[in-house]
Antibody, heavy 116, light 110 residues
Framework: QVQLVQSGAEVKKPGASVKVSCKAS????????IHWVRQAPGQGLEWMGI????????TYAQKFQGRVTMSRDTSTSTVYMELSSLRSEDTAVYYC?????????WGQGTLVTVSS | QSVLTQPPSASGTPGQRVTISCSGS????????VNWYQQLPGTAPKLLIH???QRPSGVPDRFSGSKSGTSASLAISGLLSEDEADYYC???????????FGGGTKLTVL
């Protein structure tokens, strides 16, 4: 069965960087795009960007350009999302989700807390 | 401020039918398919409806979606207490070159 398993919760200080992983299984890794979406406490869903695991090309939402980097490792079927220059407003649950148009499977989420 | 507009809350009693609206523009709903997601408390979103009105395998037929012009709706019939959750609409936006979400609707089963 399709599964996206994310790395564990992180606590970071303002100005630091965080790297969240999303390990895919149960399907052909290079056959589906992966999105990253975040959800601040009590808030809605916010799209951050997308990566094509086949060629590694990424597209980022304008809001995050310059601060986010998405990458993948085809040998382990894992995608990564790194967010730099963290500030308190980046405290959120970060999700990976599969498929270009439908977000048909989601990871369990990774809580990133930014606090001094 | 979300690109797609949803009512913040909706409610109904068990067995009732409720609808949740989602309003957009020509660059998103007007030209692309709409998806709906259900998010139970403390869990990740789950795909409920894709391509405007298609249910993934395992989603009860109590859930249905429709689209007209730049608006879409999610209908839930035979409301159950387990349907209490947050519901989000989403669509690709050609101007932003990425997906956009509604702000979410919190459904309460009275």
């Amino acid at each position: 069965q399709v599964q996206l398993v994310q790395s564990g919760a992180e606590v970071k200080k303002p100005g630091a960087s965080v790297k969240v992983s999303c390990k895919a299984s149960g399907y052909t890794f290079t056959g589906y795009y992966i999105h990253w979406v975040r959800q601040a406490p009590g808030q809605g869903l916010e799209w951050m960007g997308i990566i094509n695991p086949s060629g590694g090309r990424s597209t980022y939402a304008q809001k995050f350009q310059g601060r986010v980097t998405m990458s993948r490792d085809t040998s382990t079927s894992t995608v990564y999302m790194e967010l730099s220059s963290l500030r308190s407003e980046d405290t959120a649950v970060y999700y990976c989700a599969r498929d270009l148009m439908t977000f048909d499977y989601w990871g369990q989420g990774t809580l990133v807390t930014v606090s001094s | 401020q979300s690109v797609l507009t949803q009512p913040p809350s909706a409610s109904g009693t068990p067995g009732q039918r409720v609808t949740i609206s989602c309003s957009g523009s020509s660059s998103n709903i007007g030209s692309n398919a709409v998806n709906w997601y259900q998010q139970l408390p403390g869990t990740a979103p789950k795909l409920l409806i894709h391509s405007n009105n298609q249910r993934p395998s395992g989603v009860p037929d109590r859930f249905s979606g429709s689209k007209s012009g730049t608006s879409a709706s999610l209908a839930i019939s035979g409301l159950l207490s387990e349907d209490e959750a947050d519901y989000y609409c989403a669509a690709w936006d050609d101007s932003l070159n990425g997906p956009v979400f509604g702000g979410g609707t919190k459904l309460t089963v009275l």
